[in-house]
């Protein structure tokens, strides 16, 4: 058995539901390798269903053209297939009633004025179950055998998050709803599930089919995780901001991971959790390029004869600087610290400290006057700079190659690049460096050409 995920721009047209995924799944229903399917919403949508629930609740309007732009895109789907006319009629009924129930929904936010977390997911949710519907009947009207799962309701609303636990009850939710459907059925998943604790958006984020993906790997102790979407695998940096970037053929969990969560969008930081634990590879595949073989990804590392792997990089970061004298020699300071952000919930990617002073980044801006800040500042003077960005060299190789740090720090110098903070552990698989946002994409440029050359 393996797990297919297909993403926004896999899902993304008629064209390439029927020409590009639809194969992809046959071939592997032939070669008996079980597939499970995990769909994401059709490119765009997820962020129109957002822009809805916005207008909803604060324009007190149901934006009704983009409803109706997002059910044609849908039908115009299932109207360009051939024959399977009573699937059709069924997926389109389907279809129009799921987006029937979102209007009733957002006309109530309109009245309500007001979005809970539960209200947002029920809203977000709509994009995977059209998708995972339409794709369920564009593979039985060519003749096999897929049954829609919606994975909405999966978890019991009373489960709450206190741990990682949480998620490994998720993963057995996800084992006894799939093995439910019948063998020879191929599954075809909602990459959206839920009702997370506290909303999808907040416990996992955008881009939480990948978990999807994993989560039902693991569950099921596939051989395989295929992750299809719209690039030949992990590049050495994001392709849109490095045209030259090239494949990586192999890649460990542990750099993935580092990847992931430092900016590499082509894979949910969250998706390597489940297969590691599982030890199930990854693997990510173009939809649009599928004799490519991708990138592999796995447990054990593996040195390629490259100075690194990635070049990547994360927007929208804070800077968090605490100074205080009481530092000096004092035990149990960056305790006091570090339990405020515990208590808040701040998340922290990267801390960087001398004898007077501690530095920390965090993602996304914070509440000038927010208890947050308010109890860091009863510990100490605090600095904040907002629109920074984290460009990170990862790579096992680092433990290797002394050069690496030299020679990135030569060009950024030529170049005039300031570097706000350095963060780099003795694990030695990421260098981390913090820069102006604007500077963000030319170090990256500059940091691959300098080590690629
Ligand atoms: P999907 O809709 O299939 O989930 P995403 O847009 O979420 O696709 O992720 C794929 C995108 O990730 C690519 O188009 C690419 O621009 C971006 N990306 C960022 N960093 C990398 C990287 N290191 N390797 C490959 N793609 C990357
Ligand atoms: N459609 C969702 C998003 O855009 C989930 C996903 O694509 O993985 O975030
Ligand atoms: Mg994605």
């Not at 990682?164 to 993963?171: F, L, M, N, R, S």
């Not at 996992?204 to 990948?210: I, Q, W």
Request: with cysteine.
């Amino acid at each position: 058995m393996i797990v297919q995920k297909f993403g926004g721009t896999s899902m993304g047209s008629a064209q390439s539901i029927c020409e590009n995924v639809a194969p992809i799944v046959e071939r592997a229903a032939r070669a008996e390798q079980a597939p499970v399917v995990v769909v994401s919403a059709m490119s765009g949508v997820t962020s129109q269903l957002l822009e809805a629930a916005r207008k909803s609740v604060e324009e007190h309007i149901v934006p009704e053209a983009l409803l109706g732009e997002i059910k044609k895109r849908h039908l115009d789907v299932l109207d360009g297939l051939q024959g399977g006319k009573q699937l059709i009629a069924a997926a389109s009924a389907a279809i129009s009633s799921d987006l029937g129930e979102l209007a009733n929904l957002l006309r109530a936010l309109t009245v309500v004025g007001d979005l809970s977390a539960r209200s947002y997911d029920a809203v977000l949710a709509v994009g995977e179950k059209l998708s995972a519907q339409l794709m369920a009947c564009v593979l039985s009207v060519r003749g096999m055998n897929a049954e829609y799962v919606n994975l909405e309701k999966i978890i019991p609303e009373k489960l709450t998050y206190d741990s990682d636990a949480y998620w490994d009850k998720v993963e057995g939710y996800f084992r006894e709803r799939v093995e439910k459907v019948a063998r020879g059925v191929i599954p075809v998943l909602t990459g959206f599930f839920g009702p997370c604790d506290g909303g999808m958006l907040s416990a996992v984020g955008r881009g939480y089919s990948d978990y999807c993906a994993s989560l039902a790997g693991a569950a099921l102790k596939v051989s395989e995780i295929q992750i299809w979407t719209d690039v030949d695998g992990v590049l050495s940096a994001n392709p849109k901001v490095v045209p030259e970037a090239f494949i990586l053929e192999r890649l460990s969990f542990d750099e993935t991971a580092e990847l992931a969560h430092f900016g590499a969008k082509v894979l949910h930081p969250f998706s390597v959790r489940p297969a590691v634990n599982a030890g199930i590879p990854l693997r990510v595949l173009n939809t649009f390029n599928p004799g490519c073989a991708g990138t592999w990804i796995e447990n054990s590392t593996c040195s390629l004869n490259l100075p690194i792997k990635s070049v990547t990089s994360k927007k929208g970061v804070t800077l968090i600087r605490i100074s205080t004298p009481l530092m000096l020699f004092a035990h149990g300071y960056l305790a006091k610290i570090t339990d405020v952000f515990g208590r808040h919930r701040v998340s922290v990617d990267l801390v960087a400290s001398s004898e007077v002073s501690v530095s920390f980044s965090v993602d996304g801006p914070l509440e000038p006057d927010g208890t947050f800040l308010q109890e860091l500042r009863a510990l100490g003077e605090v600095h904040i700079e907002h629109k920074q960005a984290i460009v990170s060299l990862v790579g096992v190789e680092l433990k290797t190659d002394y050069s690496v740090p030299a020679r990135a720090f030569e060009i950024l110098a030529r170049e005039k690049i300031c570097v706000r903070m350095i963060s780099m552990g003795d694990a030695r698989i990421n260098l981390s460096l913090v820069v102006d946002e604007p500077q963000c994409d030319r170090t990256v440029q500059m940091l691959h050409r300098a080590l690629f050359r």
